[in-house]
């Protein structure tokens, strides 16, 4: 039974890195007319109230978006990948005041053109209804009441030849560390020049040594890795970091998050405990 609901964490410091990098991916796909495909495996609710109980009960909030709006004055001076970031949370806030976050879909949503497609899946049975609602019948989006895993492995390759798969499970069930990587190498068979985003949560370090290592393994090829944390690895805390894997990066990538991952450490760590890795585990 899935238990998730987004709704407790949305605006956190993962969601911080999450989203700047997918901001940055899907702005380096509309440099090109043609259209692109945008693939979201566990799209949620799609938009979060930052007022709610949910959002209140939890906070965590505060240390992500939060933390980064109350220095907006300053962001001028933040890095690019940040200052674009910013620019698409404040379009769903009004200027003084920050309520609301988009989650992933709503921010795809909000870049792309009339040319392009989005297909989203989530099986929550209330998260679907409220990722409906957030759409509002909009003709460039298909949403499913289905498995993620599952189905956007049907869309590759896509129609357009242009793509961004971002697979973003809760990792609630196990299982899912593995079925990511099947996942993966499933839709780069079927579509080699894709770009795959994959997200992954820091609660056991172990996990992620793993993940990393079957991917070395894989057939995949053009990986990177992008984590941050905000403070050092430690399992009674639950997750302490998070990380991005992106298959077939945009070549801008690396240098933006070399300049935002410092940035972030700095302004969304802990007791100045704050760190970040990037890595190339494999190339091209």
Same mark, same amino acid.
Request: hydrophobic share 35%; proline share 4%.
């Given at each position: ?72 004055? &300053? ?53 679907? !209804? ?51 990587? !099947? ?37 995949? &090829?053009?990986?990177?890795?992008? !984590? ?27 240098? !933006? ?28």
């Amino acid at each position: 039974m899935l238990s998730y609901r987004h709704s407790y964490h949305a605006g956190n410091f993962a969601d911080v890195l999450k989203h700047s990098v997918l901001i940055h991916i899907l702005e380096h796909l509309n440099k090109k007319q043609k259209p692109f495909c945008y693939v979201d495996t566990h799209a949620g609710a799609g938009n979060y109230s930052l007022v709610s109980e949910q959002a209140e009960k939890t906070q965590e909030y505060q240390q992500g978006i939060g933390a980064l709006w109350q220095k907006s004055e &300053q962001a001028d001076h933040a890095p690019a990948a940040i200052i674009n970031y910013m620019n698409v949370i404040k379009a769903f806030n009004t200027q003084d005041e920050l309520t609301r976050y988009p989650g992933s879909p709503m921010i795809a949503r909000h870049l792309m053109r009339s040319q392009d497609r989005l297909f989203l899946y989530e099986l929550h049975n209330t998260e679907i !209804e409220l990722l409906r609602q957030s759409v509002n019948k909009d003709k460039r989006v298909q949403i499913a009441h289905e498995d993620g895993f599952k189905r956007c492995i049907s869309n590759m390759p896509p129609q357009q030849r242009r793509g961004l798969v971002l697979i973003d499970p809760s990792y609630e069930m196990k299982t899912d560390y593995k079925q990511v990587i !099947e996942t993966l190498e499933q839709l780069y068979k079927r579509f080699t020049t894709g770009i795959y985003a994959l997200w992954y949560p820091v609660v056991e370090r172990l996990r992620i040594d793993e993940l990393e290592q079957k991917i070395l393994s894989s057939s995949l &090829q053009n990986v990177q890795l992008f !984590e941050l944390g905000q403070l050092a690895d430690s399992q009674a805390l639950g997750m302490t970091a998070s990380g991005m894997i992106v298959i077939n990066p945009p070549w801008t990538l690396k240098t !933006e998050m070399q300049k935002a991952l410092p940035y972030l450490a700095e302004q969304l760590g802990i007791a100045n405990q704050g760190y970040y890795r990037i890595k190339q585990l494999k190339d091209e």
